[in-house]
Every structure is written in structure tokens, then in C-alpha cells.
């Protein structure tokens, strides 16, 4: 299908990006068709001579992972009509039927915010095929992860019946199909199918459904995947956006003849300060909605002059504008109005964004934001973000579980807090506070940061020897710890959440290679582990199972090793004697996916040197005519054997 000419005019007018879109959906939409969800706890009628039994055939959803796909909120205007040279390069791709490839690359910045879906330009095509019943998936929102081949089938599975009923015959056909290269999984459940379809369902070649990815951390890119889709993209569209940080392993491998197209997306255009102002009006709009008893009904916010200035500070680099809008998003201390203006003050000498150095405002701004920190308290500053940063917790930390890790009092920690708040760490209405994304990447990257650089190994290091402190302090390390507004030091909710945090560290000692966290492991005493269990915690048995063989394996050469089975003194002897008959010793050195794992009963290891030494039991759940599974850990002391 070729574009329709009254497209085509739009695109030769130079009219809007948002005309251009909508001619694009009135043009060049696909058939909508019945989507479902892919539960597992449907029941179902065997119909097998009714086309619906095909549709939700039950296995089919055992197969595959689960997938929904609710309906977002529709994309703002302004998201949509920033760049308009590059949807007037993407949308004729979409309606070209002779196109010369059907994978289109975007190199894009990959910060993940909570607004990421209004920084990507690939979230923007993914909402406009969806709109257009072109699909635009699996990409929507701003998945942490891309999605491997059977995420891909279950995304197209949701939204295509005749895909359906295709893939449940393969599925029940070649059941062996899951064990095959991803090469020839790729081709068997998504390139053949569409290619049927094709001659089958002629709206597939007028309409191609889009696929939306973006592959924003290389410590996840599936180079067979991106090899696969490249090779076999055919009948399907694929838009996939990169880092421009990276390189996309299929760039080395691409036919200079059907390359596919890639756009370099720029901060430095000729749009780029109308698109900046235009997005900043959209932004404060919101923030002024929020805090509209703050304003008077005809008031200007920000002023021209202000914006002025804004859109100089950010220009192009639209995902930046979040740290001005939580910077100035606070109603303490003269409110929006008042931060707005501290932000600017800070800005007067910084330098304009470039293709270079897209963040160089920011830098500018952080480099401010901490010199203004009194020198008193900035140790304590350093632990509070290491803490946070920790890449080991995604989760938020309260400022209770702070001054638990931190050694200090509540009132301590909330004293530096408001240093803090707002640009370098982000807190929801419930007092939960996580790193910023921007600020976390500028204390990693010293030639950024310069003398506030954090370094990995030490914000690890920070956090693990908080972690190990807090354990210390088990049963209840919270007590020494003055109540809070939101959170009573004696909740078991916070001290499984703090304890959750310091359990995790053990796991992750074993990816540092630090002496001298290793050193502090191996004289820790896991006594301190006894009141910790998986009824006690929000930690699964085979997350603990994890933690025992990783630093069982990266102990390996030393004698004896910190997780052990056989005895290495009278204490392990002592254990070992009060599991005879009861459990049988721990495999440590086969890992498996725990759906796999097919124990016999309940198996035991010994944690920890000397007297520190404990004792796991890893316990079963036996049922008849069913194979045994765990089911949950224990840690023993030597002084509670007795409770066996």
C-alpha cells in the first residue's frame, strides 16, 4: 500500500507532526480486532470444533508468559508534536510497502524516570500505532526489561486471533519447540506465522503490525534476539531505540545494502527552543494545576523572563526538565514559586545543552546543589545516597530504615533530608525516598561529578557495611528510634522491609570482588540471622538458596569455605549430628531455576566461620502422589537446636 495522497500533502505542506499523525490513523490504521488477556486461571470449555477454542485455548497460556496490556493514558499533544522531523521520517516508512527495511533504529537518550513515557520518541510511536490498531507493542510504558521471543508471542498472541490459533497448533505440534536456538524459536513462532498470514489475512501486508522496543541497558541486550529480528523482520515492522552511549550489536552485522534506517535523535536542531518552550509550558502547566490556591487566576508562571531562561537551560534535552520539576514541585518554604526562583539563581552561569553533552545543565546545576551543602554534614549526606544508590535495593528507603542502616537518630537523618530533597533524592507523599535517575548517573561518572564522586566500590561498600550493621540489631533495630509521622518504629513491616535490604547484600558480595567487604563477611557472626526466616520476611527460600551458593562459589578456594556442608570444627559437628535423619546436605554447586528443583526432603547447609556459624534448613512441602518442593528456610543457632 502506498500513502494516500492526502498524506503525502500534509507531509509536502509541512503542516504539524499532530495533522500528520492524525491523517497517518485515517489512512493507515489496521483492523481492529478482539484482544484478550492471557490468564492462567481461565476455565474452559473443549470446544475444539469452535474457532473460540482456538482463541483461548488453555495451554497456550502455560506456555507463555502472562501478559495484559491496560489501556494508558493517551499521550499529550505536546509529546507528540515535539520532533517533527523525525515522525515526518517514520510515518512514511510505516505506509511504504516497498520499503528497504523493516527495521527502523532510533538513538535516543534511555533515562528511566517516572515520566520516561514522555521522554522516548519511541513510547510516541508505540502510542500512535496503537492508536492506529497497528499494535506499537510490547512497548507502551517503560518496561525495566525487553522482552524475550515468548513475551513477543504473548503481546502478539493478545491482540491477533488468526496469530493465536497458529501458535496454539505449533505449541501443541512441537512442544519441543522451547528448547530450540533462539534463531529458530524466532523463526518457527513469529517470522513463519506472519508470513501465513500475509496470504491469509491480506490486512497484514496493507497494515504491517508495528513492534516497538527499546534497549536501553546492554547488560540485557539479547544479541541472538536483535540478530533474529534483523534477519527475519519480514512481514512485521520493528522500531527499535538505543542508547546512543552503545552500540547495538546487530550494527556490526547489518547488509550495507538493506540497512536499516537510523536515526541519530539530536538536541541540537531547528525546532529545538519552539519544542523546548512548547514542553515546558506543558510541564508547569500540570504543576500549576497542582498547586493552583498558590496562583492568581490571570498570573503568569513562569514569567517570560523565566522561561526565557528555562528554555535556554534545557534546550532539546526534554527529559531534563524532570529535575526542575521536582526540584520545584514542594509546597515548603514559599512553595513552587519560591524553588523556581532558588532553581534559576543556581543556573544564572549554565552553559546551553549540545549534542556532546547533552546533561552539561545539569551537571552545572548538581555540582551547585552540592557545593550549597554545609561541609558538617556531607559524610552523612555521602552514606544517605550511597544507601539509596545501591544498585543491590530498586525499592524505595524510608527515613526510618535510614537511620536505622546509618547508625543515627530519626531526627538526624530528617535533618540532612531537606538537603537532599527534591533533586537528589525523590519522596512520594508517604515519606519513601529513591535516588534520582539523573543524580544517581552523575555521582557515578567521575569526569561529571569531579570531587563528589561516589565511586561504585565505595557506595557498595557503604551499603553493605549498613547492611550488616542493621542485621546486627535484629530482632528489633528500630528500638533506639524515635516514632514518625508515617512510620512506628516498632512495625514489623519496616523491619521486614529493613532487614530485606540488609539480607540482599549477602547476595551481592560475591559480585564486588572487594577484599575488603569479604573481610567483614567472613568475621560477621549470622547468630543475628536466627530470628530471620521466610514467614518472617518478604525474602523467598529460593532467593536465600541463591545467596548460600553464590558466596558458597566465590569461596571457593578458601578453606573452610563460608557455606559448607561438611564439617570444618565441633560446632559444624554439632549441627550436622542434629540433622541426621531430619535432612539431608545441600547441593551448592548445581544452579537451577527453582521450578526445577526436585529435592527429596529438607537439606541443610552450615553459613559462617567459628562461632558465628549457622545452621539453614531448607524445608520441603510433601503432598501425595505430588514430587516434594521447598517451601521456606530456617537459620539455628547452636543454643536453639533443641527447637528442631
Given at each position: 500500500m502506498s500513502m494516500h495522497p492526502e498524506l503525502k500533502r500534509a507531509l509536502d505542506a509541512n503542516?504539524?507532526?499532530?495533522?500528520?499523525?492524525?491523517?497517518?490513523?485515517?489512512?493507515?490504521?489496521?483492523?481492529?480486532?478482539?484482544?484478550?488477556?492471557?490468564?492462567?486461571?481461565?476455565?474452559?470449555?473443549?470446544?475444539?470444533?469452535?474457532w473460540s477454542f482456538w482463541d483461548t485455548w488453555k495451554p497456550l497460556f502455560r506456555k507463555l508468559f502472562w501478559y495484559s496490556d491496560p489501556e494508558p493514558a493517551p499521550a499529550s499533544e505536546p509529546f507528540l508534536s515535539i520532533h517533527k522531523d523525525l515522525t515526518r521520517e517514520i510515518i512514511p516508512w510505516l505506509c511504504d510497502s516497498e520499503r528497504r527495511s523493516n527495521v527502523h533504529l532510533i538513538a535516543e537518550g534511555q533515562i528511566q524516570t517516572e515520566n520516561a513515557s514522555e521522554h522516548h520518541r519511541a513510547n510516541a510511536f508505540a502510542t500512535i500505532c496503537y492508536d492506529a490498531h497497528r499494535f506499537g507493542l510490547p512497548l507502551r510504558d517503560a518496561p525495566r526489561l525487553p522482552p524475550g521471543i515468548f513475551s513477543l508471542c504473548a503481546a502478539l498472541a493478545?491482540?491477533?486471533?488468526?496469530y493465536r490459533r497458529i501458535l496454539t497448533r505449533i505449541l501443541i505440534e512441537d512442544p519441543k519447540v522451547f528448547k530450540l536456538s533462539t534463531r529458530t524459536r524466532f523463526k518457527k513462532l513469529i517470522y513463519e506465522p506472519w508470513k501465513t498470514l500475509q496470504i491469509s489475512h491480506p490486512q497484514y501486508v496493507a497494515a504491517p503490525p508495528v513492534i516497538v522496543l527499546r534497549w536501553h541497558d546492554p547488560r540485557f541486550w539479547d544479541e541472538e534476539l536483535l540478530s533474529s529480528i534483523y534477519e527475519f523482520a519480514s512481514p512485521l515492522l520493528w522500531i527499535i531505540s538505543f542508547s546512543p552511549e552503545f552500540k547495538l550489536p546487530i550494527q556490526d552485522l547489518l547488509d550495507p545494502f538493506k540497512c536499516p534506517r537510523l536515526t541519530r535523535l539530536?538536541?541540537?536542531?531547528?525546532?529545538?527552543?519552539?519544542?523546548?518552550?512548547?514542553?515546558?509550558?506543558?510541564?508547569?502547566?500540570?504543576?500549576?494545576?497542582?498547586?493552583?490556591?498558590?496562583?492568581?487566576?490571570?498570573?503568569?508562571?513562569?514569567?517570560?523572563?523565566?522561561?526565557?531562561?528555562?528554555?535556554?537551560?534545557?534546550?532539546?534535552?526534554?527529559?531534563?526538565?524532570?529535575?526542575?520539576?521536582?526540584?520545584?514541585?514542594?509546597?515548603?518554604?514559599?512553595?513552587?514559586?519560591?524553588?523556581?526562583?532558588?532553581?534559576?539563581?543556581?543556573m544564572v552561569d549554565s552553559p546551553s545543552p549540545s549534542d556532546e553533552r547533552p546533561y552539561c545543565a545539569l551537571d552545572y546545576f548538581y555540582n551547585q546543589a552540592f557545593s550549597a551543602i554545609p561541609h558538617n554534614i556531607f559524610p552523612v549526606v555521602k552514606r544517605i545516597l550511597s544507601v539509596c544508590c545501591w544498585e543491590g535495593n530498586p525499592y524505595p528507603v524510608s527515613s526510618l530504615r535510614l537511620a536505622c542502616l546509618l547508625s543515627n537518630g530519626h531526627d538526624s537523618v530528617l535533618g540532612v533530608l531537606p538537603h537532599l530533597f527534591r533533586w537528589a533524592l525523590i519522596s512520594n507523599e508517604i515519606l519513601l525516598y529513591s535516588p534520582s535517575p539523573f543524580c544517581r548517573s552523575f555521582l557515578a561518572d567521575?569526569?561529571?561529578?569531579?570531587?563528589?564522586?561516589?565511586?561504585?566500590?565505595?557506595?557498595?561498600?557503604?551499603?553493605?557495611?549498613?547492611?550488616?550493621?542493621?542485621?546486627?540489631?535484629?530482632?528489633?533495630?528500630?528500638k533506639s528510634l524515635k516514632p514518625a509521622e508515617w512510620f512506628d518504629p516498632k512495625a514489623p513491616f519496616e523491619f521486614v522491609l529493613a532487614m530485606d535490604y540488609a539480607l540482599k547484600a549477602f547476595y551481592y558480595a560475591s559480585d564486588t570482588g572487594s577484599h575488603s567487604e569479604w573481610a567483614l563477611l567472613r568475621h560477621f557472626d549470622f547468630g543475628y540471622l536466627s530470628h530471620y526466616s521466610s514467614r518472617s520476611s518478604r525474602i523467598h527460600w529460593f532467593d536465600f538458596l541463591?545467596?548460600?551458593?553464590?558466596?558458597?562459589?566465590?569461596?571457593?578456594?578458601?578453606?573452610p569455605n563460608i557455606v559448607r556442608v561438611e564439617p570444618a570444627g565441633d560446632l559444624d559437628k554439632l549441627f550436622i549430628d542434629k540433622c541426621e535423619g531430619l535432612a539431608e546436605p545441600l547441593e551448592l554447586e548445581e544452579k537451577q531455576v527453582y521450578w526445577e528443583l526436585r529435592p527429596t526432603g529438607p537439606q541443610y547447609a552450615l553459613l559462617g566461620l567459628g562461632a558465628g556459624t549457622v545452621l539453614v534448613v531448607l524445608a520441603t512441602l510433601r503432598a501425595p502422589g505430588v514430587a516434594p518442593s521447598y517451601c521456606g528456610f530456617s537459620v539455628y543457632t547452636s543454643a536453639m537446636l533443641e527447637l528442631m
Open positions: 503542516l504539524s507532526a499532530l495533522e500528520v499523525i492524525r491523517l497517518f490513523t485515517k489512512h493507515h490504521s489496521g483492523v481492529q480486532e478482539h484482544r484478550i488477556d492471557l490468564h492462567l486461571d481461565w476455565e474452559l470449555d473443549l470446544r475444539h470444533s469452535e493478545t491482540h491477533s486471533p488468526p539530536p538536541v541540537c536542531y531547528n525546532d529545538a527552543p519552539a519544542d523546548t518552550k512548547l514542553f515546558l509550558h506543558h510541564r508547569f502547566n500540570i504543576l500549576r494545576q497542582k498547586h493552583k490556591e498558590m496562583f492568581t487566576k490571570n498570573e503568569v508562571w513562569p514569567s517570560e523572563d523565566q522561561m526565557f531562561q528555562l528554555t535556554r537551560i534545557f534546550m532539546g534535552s526534554f527529559d531534563a526538565i524532570d529535575v526542575a520539576i521536582y526540584f520545584v514541585d514542594w509546597e515548603g518554604d514559599g512553595g513552587p514559586k519560591a524553588h523556581l526562583e532558588t532553581f534559576l539563581a543556581y567521575a569526569k561529571r561529578s569531579g570531587r563528589f564522586h561516589i565511586p561504585k566500590s565505595e557506595i557498595r561498600f557503604l551499603s553493605y557495611e549498613a547492611s550488616l550493621r542493621i542485621i546486627r540489631h535484629s530482632p528489633n533495630p528500630f541463591s545467596i548460600l551458593q553464590e558466596l558458597h562459589a566465590w569461596d571457593k578456594d578458601s578453606s
